[in-house]
């Protein structure tokens, strides 16, 4: 009686757990794989009871984020709402905006609490040329940041991606450092944003999914590094390979081989770190395994 009676007022406390839905206006109903989650984490949305060809407008993170049908009639919409590492903590919405045929506008939304991730903080003093790079390297770590922005920033219209996504080196199934925190000589830097893979120099590497190549090139932190479009904001990223078996521009199928594990860029050894971002969100990619779109 009384360990339910304290299990109960443990729960008042706690935000919902697990999946929600929720009945809006003319019958569309809302639903989300959890109202509850962790900054850096991956949520399915879902828009159903839709007619066909009816069009919805999507907002997280007050960015308008894509939705998208599976089939062109089909009566449910799909969406995935990243949850960026470093968002912070708090009580957020997802908001949907339709249209009804005699054009009257409508909204819904559901509400999503994000709690702070459990990640560790390495704290680490070093000699300072090994933190700040010279001029001449800021200079490309700049021009590195504008392409991966202009990258980010393009939502190619289309699901790019079959069936499910896989962890890019075979007989792997867990990674670490993703999100961990790093204060070098007092001064927090930004935190980690990929998975990585310990691995031997030349393991093959393999496309977690298919998609388009939209870069194939050297970047001064992440060395020889791969990124690749899987269509409605969802990208990719391989860094520090010793070699590169793609172009940008080149379509790709899921597990095909796409570079060799190295140790390009600033790292101390051979490894594969994996990113992922969803409509600019630096989210866990082990969970786009775990939680398929
Ligand atoms: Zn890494």
């Known amino acids: 009686m009384l360990a339910c009676l304290s299990a109960g007022l443990t729960q008042g ?4 757990q697990g999946p929600v839905r929720k009945t809006c206006d003319s019958g569309i109903v809302l639903k989300l794989s959890s109202a509850t989650t962790s900054q850096g984490s991956l949520l399915l949305a879902e828009i159903s009871g839709a007619k066909p060809a009816q069009e919805f407008s999507a907002v997280w993170d007050d960015r308008p984020i894509p939705v998208w049908r599976e089939t062109p009639a089909s009566p ?7 949850v960026d590492l470093e968002k912070p903590a708090g009580r957020y919405e997802w908001k949907i ?5 005699d054009g009257k506008p409508f ?5 999503v609490t994000v709690r702070a991730g ?3 903080t390495e704290r680490l003093t070093v000699e300072k040329q090994f933190v700040q790079p010279d001029p001449e390297q800021q200079k490309r ?3 590195d940041q504008k392409k991966m922005k202009a990258i980010y920033d393009t939502v190619t219209p289309e699901v790019l991606w079959k069936g499910k996504f896989i962890v890019p080196l075979k007989g792997v199934s867990t990674g670490g450092n993703f999100g961990r925190r790093r204060v070098l000589n007092g001064e927090a830097r930004s935190p980690h944003a990929g998975v990585d893979f310990p691995a031997a120099a030349g393991t ?5 999914q298919s998609g388009k190549v939209v870069l194939a090139e050297n970047l001064y932190y992440s060395g020889n590094t791969v990124v690749i479009d899987h269509g409605f904001g969802i990208y990719t990223l391989y860094a ?6 793609v172009q940008a521009g080149d379509p790709v199928e899921a597990s095909a081989e796409i570079g060799k594990v190295g140790a390009t860029g600033r790292v101390t050894g051979p490894h594969l770190h994996w990113g992922l971002t969803i409509d600019h969100a630096r989210v866990n990619a082990l969970q786009i395994v775990q939680r398929q779109p």
């Open 141 to 143: 770590v700049e021009e």
């Open 97 to 101: 905006t339709w249209s009804a045929a």
């Open 204 to 208: 093959p590497v393999y496309a977690a």
């Open 118 to 120: 459990k990640f560790p």
């Open 240 to 245: 520090h390979l010793s070699e590169i078996g």
């Open 76 to 82: 449910t919409l799909h969406a995935l709402l990243g």
């Open 13 to 16: 406390k706690q935000p919902v």
């Open 107 to 111: 909204a819904c939304s559901l509400p």
